[in-house]
């Protein structure tokens, strides 16, 4: 059997440790919105079953600006959006409950009018999310920081499955972040 010496100095350490309250991340939460061709900015909301209105936004966790979660604000809690798994010819753009109840996502004209929030297209494993305006005209979808910076919504697919994983029960096809602008559109 091995024996170990324990130190005052280790000894003070480890119940410092132990004392020492764990810190939440520490946490910046961007808007995310539609922008309409004349540059207005869109609203976009998730709505739950019973009709009613909730904020998605974009988490950056302790300063990490490479990946940002989006997220519904859903009566204290944070639920997961995604693009779930459809026929449709465009990817339904979904918030999760935990009871697997769907939330619609939806951008708003400032006239009230609901625009579709839908992925539209693919590039390998990224697919472009956008807002779907009248005649069918697309209005990108971005995350807009505090102090002004604007990443591009985007969905992720990790697998080549159709189905990358299941929340709550829902068939989800790929995961939804916030991502910097690629480097071919800041020419």
């Not at 940002?68 to 010819?89: C, N």
Request: aromatic letters at 6%; proline letters at 5%; zero cysteines.
């Amino acid at each position: 059997m091995k024996h170990f010496t324990v130190t005052l100095g280790s000894t003070l350490l480890f119940a410092a440790l132990l004392a020492a309250p764990l810190q939440a991340a520490e946490e910046k939460i961007w808007h995310i919105k539609a922008v309409h061709p004349e540059g207005r900015l869109l609203d976009v909301k998730a709505i739950d079953p019973q009709g009613k209105l909730h904020a998605v936004k974009a988490i950056e966790a302790d300063g990490n600006l490479h990946m940002l979660d989006i997220k519904a604000l859903v009566d204290g809690k944070r639920l997961p959006v995604k693009i779930l798994v459809s026929a449709d010819k465009y990817a339904p753009v979904k918030a999760i409950g935990e009871d697997g109840a769907i939330f619609a996502i939806k951008a708003f004209t400032a006239e009230g009018e609901k625009l579709d929030v839908k992925g539209v297209s693919r590039s390998g494993s990224i697919i472009h999310i956008k807002a779907i305006g009248p005649q069918g005209v697309f209005y990108g979808v971005k995350a807009i920081s505090p102090e002004g910076r604007m990443y591009d919504v985007k969905g992720i697919k990790m697998f080549k499955e159709r189905v990358e994983t299941k929340v709550s029960g829902v068939e989800v096809e790929a995961h939804i972040k916030a991502l910097p602008p690629a480097p071919e559109t800041l020419k």
